[in-house]
């Protein structure tokens, strides 16, 4: 009796690997493949669509894509590159590179990183020779686009595959929308659209990331959703007020008393993180500096070696490599204090805590931030979140007295433990997008015809938001811009204007986020960092860089060089202001709910106890249980219990009315208003049908928020806005009307 062959289904994921992988997966002693790796196997060399991963950090998602990748393509027939793997960072492709070349190299298959930091030579081999995998970033993609135009053919026609890496990032934001744009590009030049393989560890709906990767089609993306055991989380939440005579946002350590609440988190810090690999997200720039400086300066104070440095984009290319270095390796005690440049999946070794000096605004931050620790089989994720607040006078306002950073921190871990993560909102920068676009596919080509130009990058994906006569709008706003970005010839072909020319051929153009006039910080022959050009600096100015004390020794102002030496003394340098992150509307009814609530969290320390029924108190005092109006001095406050986007909104009704209104995380503050005035506006936004959005776009003063949008038409600006605040708008009545219920 025959025996039939097994059918694809029976035969076992690691038996449809290429030899070499598998050999490769025996000497790395591994002693079965992960399920997320098994499934993502079967999907990619069984089926025939895009397929997306979402999995904890270190769950193996690499591996789960490229091994079946290189198996697909090990046998890659005709030219141009056979795979394009696309990440956010260059020290994280720098880190993949270095995974993937040793497996490539047994497989014979070509790899090179491509970004502004990588080896020439390389770059110039796969040119003049194109096959293997690119690693590559999106400004990288957009300059091949631009300047090489003819080799981007090259490279991209024959790819089977594209693997976009830490896909959350890409979701949102101007950066996601040019690489959507970027994609769709690479289509049109691919002899047939090369499958995607999206890899992300903090995806809220994955719907959405699905269609992100696939607009047209979204049911033909296979999406695999790792659901293995979390470790053990150690958690404790700490309190810091202020003392009577500090101000709140003086953050430079003094070697004068009193002790501020920053300088009791660096002692904590110092005790608590010497000794082994942790990560601290300061947030800003300027926590960050503030932070270090104070560890480091305990580590002088203590006479040990220091193992504290900062991380943060103004930093040299050389600093922040030596930091990952020291962390990957192990071998050196190493705690980085960091804005979000360590946030992403750089593989930093073992990592035994995290610290955040604030509370988190985005869960999927804070989950991103926490995979970073408990890697380790049977080791503990170990999470510290340091809240510090003002003192508290009998003046002192409700918003102060409520603790609402501490309350929001509690608000997060029980949002994390509920396992809920905000979705990604919509973007305003698209204008920004189709408008860097446009200039970048002629700049390519040489001219091309609008409706040409709207399919190629409106036809579909995010910016078909965008309508034909909204990007007729835009040409011609660019046309009519002095000096002009476009020109259109008698033909009706649409080329580059003078203006156009200049932006396409600056250094920065292929960034879509705008870039900071800077000066360059030198200690003798070594480059340090950048500050931006709007801090006023002259000789024996004194700075905080790098967690260091500075002193300005001389000025090149032609050069934009800062000669510096260190010094004791130091204040910390203005950096550009970057927007507060959006509060999403669950997490600040949430905050709501810990102020209802009874029970303490056994993870909070005594003064963040202390802190927090100082807080209850208060807010049952004041009875905003059920008031929703709180009078202060000449303001009135309006707690909506509501995310930064109703908040936005309703304040600009309140505008519309003429009462001066700013949001606020729970709510806005009203000025020179009386209790009866609120009400009575409220009512009236109650009972009569809402303002139209287009309205209530008439009082917003800016919409110049993207790179580019200085170049677009107000009118498009303001109209596109308006759209997407449509069905939030019609909600008026109804926040309105809860606001009444509650006073009433």
Known sequence: MATLPPSASEIAAFDRLHPQIRRWIWEQNWSELR?????????????????LVAAATAAGKTEAAFLPVLTRIAEHEGGGLSALYVGPLKALINDQFRRLEPLCERLDIPV?????????????????????????????????????????????????????????????????????????RIDALADKRPRRVGLSATIGDLTIAARWLNWEDTANVHIIEARTGSPELKLQIRGYEEPADVDFFDIVESDEPP??????????????????????FGGSRKMVEAITDRLQRRAERHNVPNEF?????????????????????????????????LELGIDLGSVVSVAQVGAPRSLASLRQRLGRSGRRKGAPAILRIYCRAPHLFPESGPLDRLRLDLVQAIASIQLLVERFIEPPEADPANVTVALHQTLSIIAAQGGARADTLYRAICGTGPLSALSTSDYAELLRAMAAHDPALLEQAP??????????ERLTTSRDFYAIFPTDQEWRLVAGDRFLGTIPLFNEVGPGSILLFAGRRWRVETVDEPGKVLQVVQHRAGKVPLFADQAAEPVHDRLVAQMRNVLLENATPPYLDAEARRMLAEARKTFLELRLESCRLLPEDEALHLFTWRGSKA?????????????KAWPHDVGITLEDTSLEEARSLLKHMATTPPPTSQALAEFIESFETAKYDDYAPVSLLRRLWARDHTELTRMLPAMARAVLDAVD
């Open 259 to 280: 002790v501020r609440a920053l300088d009791g988190i660096g002692d904590h810090m110092f005790d608590t993180l010497r000794g082994s690999n942790n990560l601290v």
């Open 491 to 500: 033909d009706r072909t649409i080329m580059l204007g003078p203006e156009g």
């Open 309 to 341: 440095f900062a991380h943060h984009g103004s930093l040299s290319r050389h600093a922040r490599h030596e930091v990952e270095a020291r962390l990957k390796q192990g071998d050196l005690p190493t705690t980085a204090v960091a804005t979000t440049t």
């Open 35 to 51: 399920d997320v790796q098994e499934k993502t196997i079967r999907a990619v060399l069984e089926e025939t669509g895009d397929v």
């Open 647 to 659: 908040n936005a909104l309703l304040a600009l009704a309140f505008l519309g009315a003429g009462v």
């Open 112 to 184: 090179v990183r491509w970004h502004g930091d990588a080896p020439a030579g390389a770059k110039a081999k796969v040119l003049g020779n194109p096959a293997g995998i690119a690693l590559i970033t999106p400004e990288s993609i957009e300059a091949l686009l631009v300047r090489k135009p003819e080799a981007a053919r090259r490279l991209f026609g024959g790819l089977e595959f594209i693997v976009i890496d830490e896909l959350h990032a890409f979701l949102q934001g101007p950066r996601g929308l040019h690489l959507a744009s970027l994609l769709r």
